[in-house]
């Protein structure tokens, strides 16, 4: 029995969900008129198929490795790609395979011919993609040259009327009172305060501060745009005077890259508390009389004067400890064996709760029975009419339980033995310190002679389900500078 996938892509220009009925229409039709069983759909919606970043494209190419169907079906060799290049290196990865690629629409003889008609298929696809694009980078440029408004995201002070930029006067204002705050040295935070004070805010909410850093480096509101090697001065009206934002872009860049290492990673930056005054505890660094620097972390609220006093930390020693502290819990027998037989069960119900599967395998075993039957009867003279017509039912019956089946057991093909997850647990394990503290902890609150290091909580299943962690508390002694600090770990509610 040929099984195939059906491989169905659209572009973004004047293209939409149709376009894949239509596809997968064809595709199926082609099948069943060569028996062929369809085993698997992938499907890139607003994808172009001038490169192969394309997130289903990329899991087809993967898959195919299994090696647990022959062949590729799709609409025309164009929605595979318009890459001749892309085309060739992908088609031999199946070819590599035991996969073969098929187009419904365009007749490819199984010959030698076969060659040259295929490459011309696919230079014309290129050919297409590249004309077409020529054809829209010109058309938006005459735009441009135009002063129109060609799209996408519109900057904070402008709106758009008649096609074309115009400022709004009321964002205006505000753009300008950002400009010449910051100018003037008053930090992007309190420049927000001031604005949400005022009630001016963007898109209904108070500003991000992402979103004043970028609005504080865009030359656009001095009525210069900037696109690849042209330059517009009729799109965007002049909101601000090109010295104001000469000044303004000089000191954002001095501040963005002044006050923090680019060279030194914090792991725990914005993940510690002061457990006394409940300030965030920020990353410092200092230096010592001999000139070494030295990296700690410092309680904001003592850094501000509010009355803490809560103890400096060293990076390294407070850094190490916590990475340590995650292994160490993840790695104990306990954790690891109650990890691993969630996950192995979570597999076992995937496969096991197949439904479909359990349902046809049963009709199949039935089927073959009544024609075990049948043929019982013929071997003792039954020859009539009515037995042999019930018998071509029958076979047919079973020939389409079969596809069914197929298609089916392809879905839960994959299935990772205990030794495979215990080593890709471990190996999860090993991963960039970065990586383990940004993902399984949510917090951890320092005091002078504790730390509580608070977990994100395991993923449920269901609004009512319960667990008991109660396997995971510890409480730890650590050493630090001639005494030990209490360690308590906790999941997070």
């Not at 040259?145 to 505000?174: C, F, P, S």
């Not at 850094?303 to 990475?323: I, P, Q, S």
């Not at 449920?460 to 995971?472: A, I, L, Q, V």
């Amino acid at each position: 029995m040929k099984t195939a996938v059906i491989y169905a892509r659209y572009s973004s220009d004047s293209q939409s969900e149709q376009s894949i009925d239509g596809q997968l229409r064809v595709c199926n039709e082609y099948a069943r008129s060569h028996d062929i069983t369809i085993v698997n759909t992938y499907i890139d919606r607003a994808m172009t198929g001038t490169n192969d970043n394309r997130p289903d494209f990329q899991r087809m190419i993967k898959d195919s490795s299994r090696k647990e169907w022959d062949y590729v079906l799709l609409y025309k060799l164009d929605r595979f790609s318009r890459n001749k290049y892309e085309m060739a290196v992908h088609k031999k990865t199946l070819r590599d395979n035991g996969v073969r690629v098929i187009s419904a629409t365009e007749y490819i003889p199984d010959s030698p011919e076969a060659i040259i008609l295929e490459s011309m298929l696919e230079g014309y696809a290129e050919y297409y993609s590249a004309e077409l694009s020529q054809k829209v980078k010109r058309g938006m440029k005459e735009s441009r040259l135009k002063g129109n408004y060609t799209g996408g995201h519109l900057l904070y002070g402008y709106k758009v009327e008649n096609h074309k930029v115009v400022v709004d006067e009321e964002k205006a204002k505000a753009v300008r009172y950002i400009f010449e705050q910051y100018a003037m040295g008053v930090y992007v935070k309190d420049i927000i305060s001031a604005l949400t004070a005022k009630g001016i805010f963007n898109k209904g909410k108070p500003f991000a501060e992402t979103t004043i850093h970028n609005m504080l480096r865009n030359e656009k509101y001095t009525g210069v745009y900037r696109y690849k090697d042209d330059v517009f001065d009729n799109i965007f009206p002049q909101i601000l005077p090109k010295e104001l934002y000469e000044k303004v872009r000089h000191k954002s860049e001095l501040n963005r890259y002044g006050r923090r290492s680019i060279e030194t990673v914090y792991l725990l930056r914005n993940k510690l508390v002061c457990g006394y005054c409940g300030c965030p505890i920020s990353a410092e660094t200092g230096t010592e009389k001999v000139g070494k620097v030295i990296r700690y972390y410092k309680c904001l609220g003592r850094k501000h004067r509010n009355g803490c006093t809560k103890a400096t930390l060293r990076k390294e020693f407070l850094e190490d400890f916590v990475v340590d502290n995650v292994v160490k819990l993840l790695s104990e027998k306990q954790t690891c064996d109650k990890m691993i037989s969630a996950l192995m069960q979570k597999q076992e119900d995937i496969i096991t709760d197949n439904a479909d599967l359990q349902r046809l395998t049963k009709e199949y075993k039935t089927t073959e029975l009544q024609i075990s039957n049948i043929m019982a009867a013929i071997e003792n003279g039954g020859t009539s009419a009515t037995v042999m017509n019930r018998m071509r039912e029958l076979e047919q019956k079973k020939k389409e339980l079969e596809k069914a089946i197929t298609i089916q057991k392809s879905q839960t093909a994959d299935r990772v033995t205990e030794k495979e997850m215990r080593a890709f647990y471990q190996e999860a394990l090993e991963l960039e310190a970065y990586l383990l503290i940004n993902v399984l902890i949510k917090q951890i609150t320092l005091y002078d002679d504790k730390m509580i290091i608070t977990y994100n909580s395991p993923i449920k299943e269901g609004p009512d389900e319960s667990r008991d962690f109660s396997f995971y508390q510890k409480t730890l002694n650590m050493p630090y500078k001639g005494k030990k600090i209490k360690i308590e770990v906790t999941f997070a509610v």
